[in-house]
C-alpha cells in the first residue's frame, strides 16, 4: 500500500514562500498523478493542483494559478508544492494524494491514498 507523508508546512507572513514536499513509499509512485488539497476546520477539503504522471501536465485551482507551482520527482518519489505570495485565507491544512488520473477527475475526489496533512498558518 502506497503511503504519503508531507513536511514543509510552517509559519509564513503573508507574501511569503513555502514548500510542501511529499514522499510516497510501498508503492510505485510514477504511475500516479500526484496532488494537493487543503482543508480550513469546518469548510470542505478544496483542491489546490495536480500534476500527471509524465509531469507534462499541471492542473491550478483559479484561485492559485500564477502563484503556486506543483512538480514531482520520479527518482526521489516526491512531488512538491511551492507557494508564493501567500495569503492569510489560505491558511489550511495542506493534504497530499494520488490517484489515477489528474485534471478533472483529481479535482473531484478521483483520489485513492492521502498524506496525513501538514499545517500551513499564514499570518496577517
Known amino acids: 500500500q502506497l503511503q504519503l507523508v508531507e513536511s514543509g508546512g510552517g509559519l509564513v507572513q503573508t507574501g511569503g514562500s513555502l514548500r510542501l514536499s511529499c514522499t510516497a513509499s510501498g508503492h510505485t509512485f510514477s504511475a500516479y498523478a500526484m496532488g494537493w488539497f487543503r482543508q480550513v476546520p469546518g469548510k470542505e477539503r478544496e483542491f489546490v493542483g495536480c500534476?500527471?504522471?509524465?509531469?507534462?501536465?499541471?492542473f491550478y485551482a483559479d484561485s492559485v494559478k500564477g502563484r503556486f507551482t506543483i512538480s514531482r520527482t520520479d527518482a526521489k518519489n516526491t512531488v512538491y508544492l511551492q507557494m508564493n505570495s501567500l495569503k492569510p485565507e489560505e491558511t489550511a491544512v495542506y493534504y497530499c494524494?494520488?490517484?489515477?488520473?489528474?485534471?478533472?477527475?483529481?479535482?473531484?475526489?478521483?483520489?485513492?491514498?492521502w498524506g496525513q496533512g501538514t499545517q500551513v498558518t499564514v499570518s496577517s
Open positions: 494524494a494520488t490517484g489515477p488520473l489528474a485534471g478533472d477527475s483529481f479535482e473531484k475526489g478521483g483520489v485513492n491514498y
Open positions: 500534476i500527471n504522471w509524465s509531469r507534462t501536465s499541471t
